[in-house]
């Protein structure tokens, strides 16, 4: 059983991507998690920036049915943060400062600045080692 720290958890594009990819090293795992959130009634958390990447990842390395069944399917079940442009601004500050020494995408940089201000510092279900890096506390 997994250990949930609250009612919700945020959900970034390497969970999505090996939720929905078999030849992903982190498919039966992710599966599990999903399962385990589903069961304990997780809210799962992500931002637009993650939707797009994940929908673009699967359609490049898998295929187009499944970049459209992720939209299809596991989108809905996702609640979307949005932010103005001051969370914008400030991800492009830790892009900055964290890109040179932890090769850190800007998509991880708006992640760490929506994970820390908006959604309180809750939990984050990635494979991505740049969470753990940033200090963000990571399920898998």
Do not use: H
Not at 111 to 126: E, F, M, P, Q, R
Request: some cysteine; aromatic content about 14%.
């Amino acid at each position: 059983m997994i250990e949930f720290p609250g009612d919700r958890a945020f959900c970034d594009t390497s969970f999505l991507f090996a939720s929905l990819y078999p030849k992903d090293i982190n498919y039966e795992r992710a599966g599990q998690i999903l399962e385990e959130a589903l069961i304990q009634k997780i809210s799962l958390w992500t931002t637009w920036d993650i939707i797009s990447e994940t929908a673009t990842l699967l359609l490049y390395r898998f295929n187009s049915k499944a970049a459209i069944r992720f939209l299809d399917e596991i989108k809905p079940g996702l609640r979307i943060v949005y932010y103005d442009d001051s969370v914008r601004d400030e991800a492009e500050r830790v892009f900055r400062l964290f890109s040179k020494d932890k090769k850190l995408s800007f998509c991880d940089a708006i992640s760490y600045v929506v994970v820390k201000t908006i959604l309180k510092d809750i939990a984050c279900i990635s494979f991505d080692e740049d969470f753990s890096r940033l200090a963000l506390r990571v399920i898998c």
